[in-house]
Protein backbone atom coordinates (compact mmCIF):
# COMPACT_ATOMS: atom_id res chain seq x y z
CA UNK A 1 0.00 0.00 0.00
CA UNK A 2 1.33 3.78 -1.32
CA UNK A 3 1.94 5.60 2.03
CA UNK A 4 0.75 9.04 1.67
CA UNK A 5 2.41 11.64 3.38
CA UNK A 6 -0.17 14.25 5.19
CA UNK A 7 2.36 16.63 5.35
CA UNK A 8 2.82 16.89 1.36
CA UNK A 9 -0.19 16.29 0.33
CA UNK A 10 -1.69 19.73 2.99
CA UNK A 11 1.34 21.90 1.25
CA UNK A 12 0.31 20.95 -2.55
CA UNK A 13 -3.01 21.20 -1.89
CA UNK A 14 -2.42 24.62 0.23
CA UNK A 15 -0.43 25.95 -3.17
CA UNK A 16 -2.93 24.77 -5.70
CA UNK A 17 -5.61 27.06 -3.39
CA UNK A 18 -3.26 29.79 -3.67
CA UNK A 19 -2.67 29.39 -7.54
CA UNK A 20 -6.41 29.41 -8.31
CA UNK A 21 -6.70 32.42 -5.74
CA UNK A 22 -4.26 34.33 -7.47
CA UNK A 23 -5.79 33.51 -11.36
CA UNK A 24 -9.07 34.33 -10.59
CA UNK A 25 -8.20 37.46 -8.37
CA UNK A 26 -5.65 38.84 -11.43
CA UNK A 27 -8.81 38.06 -13.70
CA UNK A 28 -11.05 40.12 -11.39
CA UNK A 29 -8.48 42.81 -10.50
CA UNK A 30 -8.08 42.93 -14.61
CA UNK A 31 -11.61 43.43 -15.27
CA UNK A 32 -13.12 45.52 -12.37
CA UNK A 33 -10.40 47.83 -12.40
CA UNK A 34 -9.99 46.81 -8.79
CA UNK A 35 -6.28 47.83 -6.97
CA UNK A 36 -3.92 47.34 -8.22
CA UNK A 37 -4.59 47.33 -11.32
CA UNK A 38 -3.74 51.46 -12.28
CA UNK A 39 1.00 50.28 -11.76
CA UNK A 40 -0.39 46.78 -13.24
CA UNK A 41 -1.59 48.57 -16.22
CA UNK A 42 1.51 51.03 -16.24
CA UNK A 43 3.94 48.24 -15.66
CA UNK A 44 2.09 46.33 -19.03
CA UNK A 45 2.54 50.18 -20.95
CA UNK A 46 6.41 49.79 -20.32
CA UNK A 47 6.68 46.56 -20.84
CA UNK A 48 4.84 46.96 -24.07
CA UNK A 49 7.15 49.74 -25.18
CA UNK A 50 10.56 48.26 -23.93
CA UNK A 51 9.41 44.65 -25.93
CA UNK A 52 9.01 47.11 -29.15
CA UNK A 53 11.63 48.61 -28.97
CA UNK A 54 13.78 45.52 -28.64
CA UNK A 55 11.97 43.60 -31.05
CA UNK A 56 12.31 46.70 -33.94
CA UNK A 57 7.97 46.52 -33.80
CA UNK A 58 6.65 49.65 -34.69
CA UNK A 59 4.95 51.44 -32.08
CA UNK A 60 0.81 51.02 -31.73
CA UNK A 61 -1.41 52.88 -34.51
CA UNK A 62 1.74 52.42 -36.92
CA UNK A 63 2.76 49.60 -38.93
CA UNK A 64 5.32 48.58 -41.23
CA UNK A 65 4.83 47.44 -45.35
CA UNK A 66 5.62 44.44 -46.42
CA UNK A 67 6.38 46.05 -49.94
CA UNK A 68 6.27 49.87 -51.30
CA UNK A 69 3.23 50.88 -53.01
CA UNK A 70 2.95 50.99 -56.99
CA UNK A 71 3.84 54.49 -58.27
CA UNK A 72 0.90 56.14 -59.91
CA UNK A 73 1.89 54.27 -63.62
CA UNK A 74 0.72 57.00 -66.38
CA UNK A 75 1.84 60.24 -65.80
CA UNK A 76 -0.99 61.99 -68.05
CA UNK A 77 -3.65 61.09 -65.05
CA UNK A 78 -4.34 63.96 -63.30
CA UNK A 79 -5.94 64.56 -59.93
CA UNK A 80 -9.34 66.50 -59.54
CA UNK A 81 -8.22 69.54 -58.10
CA UNK A 82 -7.75 71.24 -54.80
CA UNK A 83 -5.86 71.15 -51.41
CA UNK A 84 -6.53 67.97 -49.02
CA UNK A 85 -7.59 67.95 -45.33
CA UNK A 86 -5.08 65.37 -43.59
CA UNK A 87 -5.22 64.27 -40.44
CA UNK A 88 -3.57 61.26 -39.23
CA UNK A 89 -0.51 60.58 -36.46
CA UNK A 90 2.89 61.84 -36.73
CA UNK A 91 6.50 61.21 -34.98
CA UNK A 92 9.40 62.88 -34.27
CA UNK A 93 11.38 62.92 -30.82
CA UNK A 94 10.69 59.63 -30.54
CA UNK A 95 7.22 60.41 -29.83
CA UNK A 96 3.72 60.62 -31.84
CA UNK A 97 1.94 63.58 -31.82
CA UNK A 98 -1.89 64.62 -33.29
CA UNK A 99 -1.29 66.19 -37.09
CA UNK A 100 -3.69 68.29 -38.95
CA UNK A 101 -2.29 70.16 -42.22
CA UNK A 102 -3.39 71.30 -45.59
CA UNK A 103 -1.19 69.75 -48.46
CA UNK A 104 -1.07 70.37 -51.73
CA UNK A 105 -0.92 67.85 -54.96
CA UNK A 106 2.78 67.38 -54.22
CA UNK A 107 2.28 66.59 -50.49
CA UNK A 108 3.36 70.02 -49.64
CA UNK A 109 2.47 71.18 -46.46
CA UNK A 110 0.54 74.30 -47.01
CA UNK A 111 -1.11 75.30 -43.26
CA UNK A 112 -0.98 72.84 -40.30
CA UNK A 113 -2.26 72.85 -36.37
CA UNK A 114 -0.31 71.96 -33.57
CA UNK A 115 -2.96 70.13 -32.15
CA UNK A 116 -2.86 68.54 -28.11
CA UNK A 117 -5.72 66.94 -26.52
CA UNK A 118 -3.65 67.81 -22.97
CA UNK A 119 -3.60 71.65 -23.44
CA UNK A 120 -6.71 72.34 -25.70
CA UNK A 121 -9.22 70.25 -23.41
CA UNK A 122 -7.45 70.87 -19.76
CA UNK A 123 -10.44 70.01 -17.46
CA UNK A 124 -12.51 67.08 -19.48
CA UNK A 125 -14.57 66.63 -16.45
CA UNK A 126 -17.36 64.76 -18.97
CA UNK A 127 -15.04 62.14 -19.66
CA UNK A 128 -15.05 59.40 -17.32
CA UNK A 129 -12.13 58.62 -15.37
CA UNK A 130 -11.45 55.37 -16.48
CA UNK A 131 -10.78 55.83 -19.94
CA UNK A 132 -8.48 59.58 -19.68
CA UNK A 133 -5.82 59.33 -21.32
CA UNK A 134 -2.51 59.53 -19.27
CA UNK A 135 0.42 59.91 -21.96
CA UNK A 136 1.05 61.68 -24.99
CA UNK A 137 -0.90 61.87 -27.70
CA UNK A 138 -3.61 60.77 -25.71
CA UNK A 139 -5.57 60.62 -28.53
CA UNK A 140 -6.81 60.95 -31.92
CA UNK A 141 -8.45 63.34 -34.72
CA UNK A 142 -11.62 61.09 -35.98
CA UNK A 143 -13.26 63.30 -37.88
CA UNK A 144 -13.00 66.63 -39.13
CA UNK A 145 -13.88 69.30 -41.48
CA UNK A 146 -12.51 72.80 -42.67
CA UNK A 147 -15.04 75.79 -41.96
CA UNK A 148 -16.12 78.48 -44.54
CA UNK A 149 -13.35 81.14 -42.75
CA UNK A 150 -10.57 78.19 -41.89
CA UNK A 151 -11.39 77.40 -38.84
CA UNK A 152 -11.30 73.56 -37.82
CA UNK A 153 -13.32 71.47 -36.50
CA UNK A 154 -12.98 68.27 -34.90
CA UNK A 155 -13.05 65.11 -32.79
CA UNK A 156 -10.87 64.52 -30.29
CA UNK A 157 -11.68 60.15 -30.54
CA UNK A 158 -14.39 59.49 -27.96
CA UNK A 159 -13.23 62.63 -25.73
CA UNK A 160 -15.21 65.48 -27.57
CA UNK A 161 -16.04 67.90 -30.47
CA UNK A 162 -13.14 71.09 -31.01
CA UNK A 163 -13.43 74.51 -32.66
CA UNK A 164 -10.16 76.01 -33.31
CA UNK A 165 -9.30 78.69 -35.74
CA UNK A 166 -5.94 79.40 -37.91
CA UNK A 167 -3.50 79.94 -35.32
CA UNK A 168 -4.92 77.08 -33.46
CA UNK A 169 -6.98 79.24 -30.84
CA UNK A 170 -10.13 77.25 -29.22
CA UNK A 171 -13.13 78.71 -30.26
CA UNK A 172 -15.87 76.41 -28.25
CA UNK A 173 -15.59 73.03 -26.75
CA UNK A 174 -18.06 70.82 -26.92
CA UNK A 175 -17.85 68.20 -24.07
CA UNK A 176 -20.03 65.10 -25.60
CA UNK A 177 -18.16 61.74 -26.22
CA UNK A 178 -18.23 62.45 -29.59
CA UNK A 179 -15.92 59.92 -31.96
CA UNK A 180 -15.28 58.80 -35.87
CA UNK A 181 -17.35 61.03 -38.30
CA UNK A 182 -17.80 64.36 -38.51
CA UNK A 183 -20.05 65.81 -42.04
CA UNK A 184 -20.34 69.50 -42.87
CA UNK A 185 -23.66 69.70 -44.11
CA UNK A 186 -24.91 71.89 -46.98
CA UNK A 187 -26.98 74.35 -44.63
CA UNK A 188 -23.87 75.04 -41.83
CA UNK A 189 -24.26 72.91 -39.48
CA UNK A 190 -22.60 70.10 -38.52
CA UNK A 191 -23.74 66.56 -38.12
CA UNK A 192 -22.00 63.85 -35.54
CA UNK A 193 -21.52 60.21 -34.16
CA UNK A 194 -21.79 60.52 -30.05
CA UNK A 195 -22.19 58.25 -27.03
CA UNK A 196 -23.59 58.14 -23.77
CA UNK A 197 -21.70 56.20 -21.03
CA UNK A 198 -24.43 54.24 -18.27
CA UNK A 199 -23.83 52.87 -15.37
CA UNK A 200 -26.90 52.50 -14.39
CA UNK A 201 -30.19 50.14 -15.92
CA UNK A 202 -31.84 51.93 -18.46
CA UNK A 203 -35.36 51.33 -18.70
CA UNK A 204 -35.89 51.92 -22.45
CA UNK A 205 -32.82 49.44 -23.07
CA UNK A 206 -33.48 46.13 -21.40
CA UNK A 207 -31.81 43.48 -20.45
CA UNK A 208 -28.43 45.75 -21.39
CA UNK A 209 -26.34 45.28 -18.34
CA UNK A 210 -24.14 48.67 -17.58
CA UNK A 211 -21.57 49.85 -17.95
CA UNK A 212 -22.39 49.96 -21.79
CA UNK A 213 -22.08 52.83 -24.55
CA UNK A 214 -25.91 54.06 -25.94
CA UNK A 215 -24.75 55.42 -29.91
CA UNK A 216 -26.18 59.17 -30.75
CA UNK A 217 -26.69 61.00 -33.49
CA UNK A 218 -26.20 64.58 -33.09
CA UNK A 219 -26.68 68.09 -35.07
CA UNK A 220 -24.53 71.12 -33.96
CA UNK A 221 -24.52 74.47 -34.70
CA UNK A 222 -21.55 76.02 -36.10
CA UNK A 223 -21.63 77.64 -32.72
CA UNK A 224 -21.32 74.25 -31.07
CA UNK A 225 -24.80 74.15 -29.61
CA UNK A 226 -26.40 70.62 -29.55
CA UNK A 227 -29.75 71.19 -31.88
CA UNK A 228 -31.50 68.18 -32.11
CA UNK A 229 -30.17 64.12 -30.65
CA UNK A 230 -31.26 60.53 -31.86
CA UNK A 231 -30.91 57.77 -29.94
CA UNK A 232 -29.65 54.58 -32.76
CA UNK A 233 -30.50 51.70 -30.16
CA UNK A 234 -33.86 53.14 -29.58
CA UNK A 235 -34.32 54.06 -33.24
CA UNK A 236 -33.61 50.32 -33.80
CA UNK A 237 -36.00 48.67 -31.40
CA UNK A 238 -38.79 51.18 -32.36
CA UNK A 239 -38.07 49.85 -35.98
CA UNK A 240 -38.73 46.63 -34.63
CA UNK A 241 -34.50 45.46 -34.87
CA UNK A 242 -34.21 44.77 -31.53
CA UNK A 243 -32.63 41.45 -32.38
CA UNK A 244 -29.77 43.70 -33.77
CA UNK A 245 -28.99 45.37 -30.26
CA UNK A 246 -28.19 41.66 -28.69
CA UNK A 247 -26.17 40.42 -31.75
CA UNK A 248 -23.00 41.03 -30.55
CA UNK A 249 -22.52 39.22 -27.23
CA UNK A 250 -24.28 37.13 -24.62
CA UNK A 251 -25.05 38.53 -21.27
CA UNK A 252 -26.10 35.64 -19.00
CA UNK A 253 -28.70 37.62 -16.26
CA UNK A 254 -26.88 35.33 -13.46
CA UNK A 255 -23.20 36.57 -14.56
CA UNK A 256 -22.37 39.97 -13.70
CA UNK A 257 -18.44 39.71 -15.04
CA UNK A 258 -18.29 42.33 -17.58
CA UNK A 259 -17.13 40.56 -21.32
CA UNK A 260 -15.14 42.43 -23.79
CA UNK A 261 -16.77 44.68 -25.92
CA UNK A 262 -19.45 44.18 -24.30
CA UNK A 263 -19.98 47.81 -23.40
CA UNK A 264 -19.44 48.45 -27.35
CA UNK A 265 -22.93 47.11 -28.56
CA UNK A 266 -22.81 48.57 -31.93
CA UNK A 267 -19.93 50.85 -32.60
CA UNK A 268 -21.65 53.90 -35.11
CA UNK A 269 -18.66 54.89 -37.35
CA UNK A 270 -20.52 57.16 -39.36
CA UNK A 271 -23.19 59.82 -39.92
CA UNK A 272 -24.25 61.17 -42.95
CA UNK A 273 -26.75 63.45 -43.76
CA UNK A 274 -28.79 63.58 -47.51
CA UNK A 275 -27.53 66.71 -48.99
CA UNK A 276 -30.18 69.35 -49.78
CA UNK A 277 -28.71 70.02 -53.33
CA UNK A 278 -28.92 66.52 -54.55
CA UNK A 279 -32.12 65.42 -56.73
CA UNK A 280 -34.37 63.20 -54.67
CA UNK A 281 -35.27 59.59 -55.26
CA UNK A 282 -35.84 56.45 -52.59
CA UNK A 283 -33.79 59.41 -49.96
CA UNK A 284 -35.26 62.40 -49.81
CA UNK A 285 -34.73 65.62 -47.83
CA UNK A 286 -34.48 65.12 -43.98
CA UNK A 287 -33.29 61.33 -44.55
CA UNK A 288 -29.89 60.34 -42.47
CA UNK A 289 -28.10 57.33 -43.36
CA UNK A 290 -25.89 55.54 -40.40
CA UNK A 291 -22.82 53.13 -40.27
CA UNK A 292 -22.98 50.74 -37.87
CA UNK A 293 -19.70 48.69 -37.29
CA UNK A 294 -20.51 45.67 -35.07
CA UNK A 295 -23.69 44.71 -36.41
CA UNK A 296 -22.46 45.19 -40.09
CA UNK A 297 -25.26 47.20 -40.87
CA UNK A 298 -25.65 50.30 -42.79
CA UNK A 299 -29.40 52.36 -42.29
CA UNK A 300 -31.13 55.36 -43.60
CA UNK A 301 -33.92 56.94 -41.20
CA UNK A 302 -35.69 60.37 -41.18
CA UNK A 303 -35.26 62.67 -39.21
CA UNK A 304 -39.05 63.47 -38.36
CA UNK A 305 -40.49 60.32 -37.84
CA UNK A 306 -37.50 58.20 -37.58
CA UNK A 307 -38.78 55.71 -39.39
CA UNK A 308 -35.92 53.48 -40.80
CA UNK A 309 -36.57 53.25 -44.84
CA UNK A 310 -33.76 50.85 -45.95
CA UNK A 311 -31.71 48.85 -44.39
CA UNK A 312 -28.90 46.39 -45.38
CA UNK A 313 -26.55 43.92 -43.08
CA UNK A 314 -24.45 41.37 -43.71
CA UNK A 315 -23.53 42.54 -47.31
CA UNK A 316 -19.92 44.07 -45.81
CA UNK A 317 -17.95 43.04 -43.11
CA UNK A 318 -16.96 46.23 -40.20
CA UNK A 319 -17.55 48.54 -42.89
CA UNK A 320 -17.49 52.33 -42.72
CA UNK A 321 -18.10 55.57 -44.41
CA UNK A 322 -21.41 55.17 -46.43
CA UNK A 323 -21.84 57.68 -48.96
CA UNK A 324 -24.68 59.08 -50.94
CA UNK A 325 -24.27 58.57 -54.86
CA UNK A 326 -27.58 60.02 -55.98
CA UNK A 327 -31.04 59.88 -54.72
CA UNK A 328 -31.50 56.21 -55.06
CA UNK A 329 -27.87 54.77 -55.08
CA UNK A 330 -25.16 54.67 -51.97
CA UNK A 331 -21.93 53.63 -51.65
CA UNK A 332 -20.04 52.01 -48.86
CA UNK A 333 -16.79 51.55 -47.65
CA UNK A 334 -16.41 47.54 -47.13
CA UNK A 335 -13.34 47.04 -44.86
CA UNK A 336 -14.11 43.06 -45.89
CA UNK A 337 -12.20 41.65 -42.80
CA UNK A 338 -11.19 38.42 -42.46
CA UNK A 339 -12.84 37.28 -45.59
CA UNK A 340 -10.30 34.94 -46.72
CA UNK A 341 -8.50 32.30 -45.16
CA UNK A 342 -5.10 33.44 -46.26
CA UNK A 343 -3.97 36.99 -44.81
CA UNK A 344 -2.00 37.74 -48.06
CA UNK A 345 -5.68 37.96 -50.02
CA UNK A 346 -7.23 40.50 -48.05
CA UNK A 347 -8.74 43.41 -49.83
CA UNK A 348 -10.93 46.32 -49.03
CA UNK A 349 -13.61 47.03 -51.72
CA UNK A 350 -16.02 50.14 -52.22
CA UNK A 351 -19.59 49.16 -53.20
CA UNK A 352 -22.32 50.67 -54.98
CA UNK A 353 -25.82 50.01 -54.32
CA UNK A 354 -29.10 50.97 -55.89
CA UNK A 355 -32.04 50.95 -53.79
CA UNK A 356 -34.18 51.29 -56.94
CA UNK A 357 -33.19 48.41 -58.83
CA UNK A 358 -32.23 46.38 -56.20
CA UNK A 359 -28.78 45.52 -57.10
CA UNK A 360 -25.11 46.05 -56.24
CA UNK A 361 -21.90 46.09 -57.47
CA UNK A 362 -18.07 46.44 -56.69
CA UNK A 363 -16.28 49.46 -57.49
CA UNK A 364 -13.05 49.13 -56.60
CA UNK A 365 -11.24 46.29 -54.91
CA UNK A 366 -7.79 45.64 -53.77
CA UNK A 367 -5.75 43.42 -56.00
CA UNK A 368 -1.72 42.65 -56.26
CA UNK A 369 -1.56 44.99 -58.65
CA UNK A 370 -3.46 47.58 -56.88
CA UNK A 371 -3.27 46.46 -53.33
CA UNK A 372 -5.88 48.37 -51.25
CA UNK A 373 -6.79 47.12 -47.27
CA UNK A 374 -7.34 48.44 -43.55
CA UNK A 375 -8.69 46.37 -41.26
CA UNK A 376 -9.91 49.53 -39.11
CA UNK A 377 -11.07 52.95 -39.80
CA UNK A 378 -10.92 54.37 -43.62
CA UNK A 379 -12.90 57.13 -45.60
CA UNK A 380 -14.25 57.46 -49.07
CA UNK A 381 -15.18 61.03 -51.23
CA UNK A 382 -16.73 61.41 -54.29
CA UNK A 383 -15.43 63.69 -56.48
CA UNK A 384 -17.04 66.26 -58.42
CA UNK A 385 -15.31 64.71 -61.79
CA UNK A 386 -16.37 61.30 -60.54
CA UNK A 387 -13.03 60.21 -59.09
CA UNK A 388 -13.31 58.63 -55.94
CA UNK A 389 -10.75 59.81 -52.98
CA UNK A 390 -10.06 56.82 -50.71
CA UNK A 391 -8.26 57.03 -47.26
CA UNK A 392 -6.61 53.36 -46.36
CA UNK A 393 -6.02 54.07 -42.77
CA UNK A 394 -4.24 51.62 -41.50
CA UNK A 395 -1.64 51.54 -44.13
CA UNK A 396 -1.21 55.13 -44.01
CA UNK A 397 -1.90 56.23 -47.32
CA UNK A 398 -4.78 58.15 -49.40
CA UNK A 399 -5.48 57.64 -53.03
CA UNK A 400 -7.48 58.85 -55.94
CA UNK A 401 -8.91 56.75 -58.50
CA UNK A 402 -10.70 57.87 -61.48
CA UNK A 403 -14.07 55.44 -63.09
CA UNK A 404 -12.10 53.22 -64.27
CA UNK A 405 -9.87 52.13 -61.25
CA UNK A 406 -6.54 53.98 -62.16
CA UNK A 407 -4.78 55.69 -59.21
CA UNK A 408 -4.57 58.76 -59.80
CA UNK A 409 -2.98 60.60 -57.13
CA UNK A 410 -1.79 59.35 -53.64
CA UNK A 411 -0.42 60.30 -50.31
CA UNK A 412 1.19 58.36 -47.89
CA UNK A 413 2.11 58.87 -44.40
CA UNK A 414 5.80 57.50 -43.71
CA UNK A 415 7.29 57.96 -40.40
CA UNK A 416 10.40 56.25 -41.53
CA UNK A 417 10.67 55.58 -45.36
CA UNK A 418 13.89 53.55 -45.95
CA UNK A 419 11.92 50.79 -43.08
CA UNK A 420 8.63 51.26 -45.04
CA UNK A 421 6.97 52.12 -41.73
CA UNK A 422 4.19 54.50 -41.86
CA UNK A 423 1.38 56.28 -39.27
CA UNK A 424 -2.10 55.89 -39.13
CA UNK A 425 -4.30 58.92 -41.26
CA UNK A 426 -7.99 59.06 -40.19
CA UNK A 427 -8.95 61.42 -42.87
CA UNK A 428 -7.94 62.95 -46.48
CA UNK A 429 -10.40 65.13 -47.71
CA UNK A 430 -10.01 67.08 -51.01
CA UNK A 431 -11.45 70.82 -50.10
CA UNK A 432 -13.38 72.75 -52.50
CA UNK A 433 -11.47 75.03 -54.41
CA UNK A 434 -12.77 78.31 -52.86
CA UNK A 435 -10.49 76.86 -50.05
CA UNK A 436 -6.86 76.62 -52.27
CA UNK A 437 -7.32 80.99 -52.10
CA UNK A 438 -8.42 80.82 -48.70
CA UNK A 439 -4.57 78.88 -47.63
CA UNK A 440 -2.83 80.86 -50.36
CA UNK A 441 -3.80 84.06 -49.11
CA UNK A 442 -2.88 82.52 -45.30
CA UNK A 443 0.30 81.29 -46.78
CA UNK A 444 1.36 84.85 -48.72
CA UNK A 445 0.28 86.88 -45.38
CA UNK A 446 2.58 84.91 -43.32
CA UNK A 447 5.44 85.59 -46.17
CA UNK A 448 5.07 89.11 -45.75
Not at 419 to 428: H, L, Q, R, T, Y
Amino acid sequence: MVKINSDKLSFAGFMTACTIFVFFGGFLVRDFKLFPYNYYAKAMQGYKKLRNQISGKPPEQFNRLDKPFPEISNDNFQPYEGLNLVTKLGYKNNTRYIAAEIVDSQSNIIHEWDINWFEMWPKPDHVPKEILPKEEPGTQIHGAVVMENGDLVFNFEYFGLIRINLEGQVVWRLPYLTHHSLHLHDDGNLWVSGRIYHTENTPELPHLTPPFYEDTVLEVSPEGKILREWSVPKILRKNGYTGLLYSTYVRFLSLKVPQRNSRDILHLNDVEPFPLKMQEGIFEKGDVMLSVRHINTVFVFNTDTEKIKTLITGKFIHQHDPDFVDGNTISVFDNNVVNDLNQDNFASRIWLISLKDNTSKIFFEGSLDKPFYTQIMGKSQWLPNGNLLITESRSGRGFEINQQGDIVWQYINYVDQEKGIVANISEVTRLPIEYTKLFGREKESKKN
